[in-house]
Nanobody, 126 residues
Framework: VQLQASGGGLVQTDHSLRLSCAAS????????MAWFRQVPGKEREFVSA???????FYADSVKGRFTISRDNAKNTQYLQMNSLEPEDTAVYYC?????????????????????WGQGTLVTVSS
């Protein structure tokens, strides 16, 4: 499975962006899908995840502002980011697992994911 993230860019505080992550290859092996983010010098941070049946998980820092969704027919997941803050500035990575185990443990553990996209940069200016 290959994952391709897109949709990043430069926005002002309180504005919105929508990230997309398109999956290709053996997508029947794709179950949980997720977003992580990382800034230089820090560990990769969990943002949100969605199980194969639509159960969602969010980091406390984005709850109420971000919405994750997926379109299984298009093998694509989305992250709608509203009310963006400078603290949201990071490279956003999409991830997926091949057996659903990530969602069984809350979706937030990067070690539970088997597939990773290349990242898309989100910059929020104040």
């Amino acid at each position: 499975v290959q994952l391709q993230a897109s949709g990043g860019g430069l926005v002002q505080t309180d504005h919105s962006l929508r990230l997309s992550c398109a999956a290709s290859g053996r997508t029947s092996d794709l179950y949980t899908m997720a977003w992580f983010r990382q800034v230089p010098g820090k560990e990769r941070e969990f943002v949100s995840a969605i199980s194969s049946v639509g159960r969602t998980f969010y980091a406390d820092s984005v709850k109420g502002r971000f919405t994750i969704s997926r379109d299984n027919a298009k093998n694509t997941q989305y992250l709608q980011m509203n009310s963006l803050e400078p603290e949201d500035t990071a490279v956003y990575y999409c991830a997926g697992d091949r057996d659903g185990r990530a969602s069984l443990i809350g979706g937030r553990h990067p070690g539970a994911y088997d597939y990773w996209g290349q990242g898309t940069l989100v910059t929020v200016s104040s």
